[in-house]
């Protein structure tokens, strides 16, 4: 799956659409790398992957979202597959990385922006005393 950044992908609040983007500019990295780079990079993923989703989960913390628990347990499903495939990818086996690369994160993050960000953005913003974008 192709993914390319839009506005369109954007939830409303900063600091969550920062990391969107991110994630969309390492995911391009991954086009045509070999395979002495395609292990380091995708150990790049997995380290944008934890410190995106924990500032996620501390935000969401911080302002007692509803639904932490349910946002927070897809995170840390996301994180144990990609760190089982980083496993297998610094063993030499890079079979499950390059699949998850080209047909998992996509649908993956489009569900996930589409429901649990989209939902907690609207809350942030909600429970923002300012009611702005997020910081």
Excluded at 119 to 127: D, E, G
Aim: hydrophobic residues 35%; negative net charge.
């Amino acid at each position: 799956m192709d993914l390319v950044w839009n506005d369109g992908l954007e939830v409303g609040h900063k600091t969550m659409d920062d990391d969107h983007r991110g994630l969309f500019e390492l995911l391009a990295r991954f086009a045509g790398a070999g395979d002495a780079r395609y292990a380091a990079l995708f150990g790049e993923l997995e380290r944008h992957l934890t410190e995106h989703f924990d500032r996620e989960n501390e935000l969401m913390q911080r302002t007692n979202f509803f639904a932490y628990h349910c946002h927070h347990g897809d995170h840390e499903s996301v994180l144990a597959e990609v760190r089982s495939l980083l496993k297998q990818a610094q063993a030499g086996d890079l079979s499950g990385a390059r699949a998850y690369i080209d047909t998992g994160v996509g649908p993956w993050f489009v569900n996930h922006r589409n429901t649990m960000d989209w939902v907690t953005a609207q809350y942030l913003k909600s429970a923002s005393p300012c009611g702005c974008s997020g910081h």
